[in-house]
């Protein structure tokens, strides 16, 4: 039985339109992730590694969501129907979710910040 994987696309668009709702004060791609909860970066920064993981993917499609309701797309920089490539895109975004989750003041009390703290510092670290 073949999974669909529009659902997942799906939700890390709806995840990143969160993000961008939830920034006071943003103007355009300007970031304000101190006003974003912790959970909510910790959680868009998944569905990017979900997405990069997936083998229902093939980076060489466009990766294309079902609908734009907020028309947040191309405020959130998400690369759709251009040539880019979205698994680089992702990897930036994870990068930047998560980064934000270490450093925000509740992400803490995470249960799993240790583990996220070691993976998103195995994942930016550059080998020496």
């Known amino acids: ?40 970066l910790k959680n868009v920064g998944l569905g990017h590694i979900y997405l990069v993981q997936s083998k229902l993917l093939n980076s060489s499609e466009p990766l294309v969501f079902s609908y734009d309701f907020f028309v947040s797309g191309p405020q959130i920089g998400w690369p759709g129907k251009s040539n880019a490539d979205w698994k680089l895109w992702c990897a930036d975004q994870f990068a930047l979710y998560w980064g934000a989750f270490v450093e925000h003041p509740d992400a803490r009390r995470d249960p799993q910040y240790e583990a996220i703290l070691e993976t998103y510092r195995k994942a930016t670290t550059k080998p020496q």
Request: cysteine-free; glycine content about 4%.
């Open 1 to 40: 039985m073949q999974v669909d994987p529009q659902p997942l696309v799906d939700a890390v668009y709806w995840l990143e339109t969160s993000v961008l709702l939830e920034q006071t004060g943003a103007v355009g791609l300007v970031r304000n992730l101190s006003a974003v909860p912790a959970s909510l």
